[in-house]
């Protein structure tokens, strides 16, 4: 499983959070405690918003701890809203264009968790991408088709609304197969004024994720970068997280019910 942190507020480092806090994300990716897998040596990605309405976009193939330019970028760049993720692949191939985060216009999005028996579902899934959407896949993970699909059923206008319809859909593909096991999703989402998370599973427990208010922001983490995690508190299962300035606002995520 990924690990992954966003953070908004004051302008800060990225390596304020990325690199180092005693358990800092970069650290995560070679032993995390909070995921299936330690070790999530598959690429990373970060990605800041400045002055511009787009953000800025780095991602690599090497391991998160091994990148050099990913400690000179963190080191010189300060942000207001950024995100990260470290990848340990559910069985696509290690290329940029699978690493997270991905982006869209001003839109970022990043997943851990997968819709299980992907290749089974991936078809009926696909094609429900318009030709405007389709045709913005570059890569071939299961997250990169979930953005898609938020971005064509209304993120822009309606995020919560979106995010259950597309649930809902993958859940509808799912069953259509017959898979048994379940769908799970601890993701992220910015359109660059705010933070979306969600931590779902069809059943089960979903994927961690924890929130904290910090110096002038707040952090939302699939993991804590401190060992100590004093001040952080865990999200529950099937929640929407709002994060609007340093506010956290927290709900119930439950998808309706809708016939195949």
Known sequence: ???WLAYQGKPCFLDDMLLRPNHSLVLQSME???????????????????????????????PAWSDANLRS???HTKSHRFMAHVRAS???????????????????????????????????????????????RTGTTDSELIFLLLLQHGLEHEPCSALKH???????????????????????????????????ASFGPP??????????GVVLASEPYEMERQG???IPSQSLVELVGESVE???????????
Request: proline share 3%; hydrophobic share 40%; net charge neutral.
């Open 207 to 216: 994927p961690t994720m924890f929130v904290k208010k910090v110096d002038g």
């Open 73 to 75: 970028i963190a080191e």
């Open 166 to 200: 597309v649930f809902t859909d993958i859940e509808l593909a799912i069953r259509a197969k017959g898979i048994q096991d379940p769908f799970k999703a601890s993701l992220c989402i910015s359109n660059g004024l705010q933070f979306w998370g969600v931590r779902y």
């Open 1 to 3: 499983m990924c690990r």
């Open 232 to 234: 952080w508190q865990a």
């Open 250 to 260: 927290i709900k119930q995520f439950i998808l309706e019910e809708r016939a195949a």
């Open 90 to 136: 559910t069985g696509t191939n290690t290329s940029r264009e699978n690493c997270h985060p991905f982006n869209v216009e001003n839109w970022l999005f990043m997943h851990n968790g997968q819709i299980p028996e992907f290749e089974a579902v991936r078809f009926a899934l696909e094609r429900q991408l318009d030709e405007k959407y389709y045709l913005r």
């Open 32 to 62: 995390a405690t909070k995921a299936v897998t330690a070790v999530n040596a598959d690429g990373f990605g970060a990605a800041w918003y400045g002055e511009k309405g787009t953000p800025a976009l780095y991602r690599e193939v090497l």
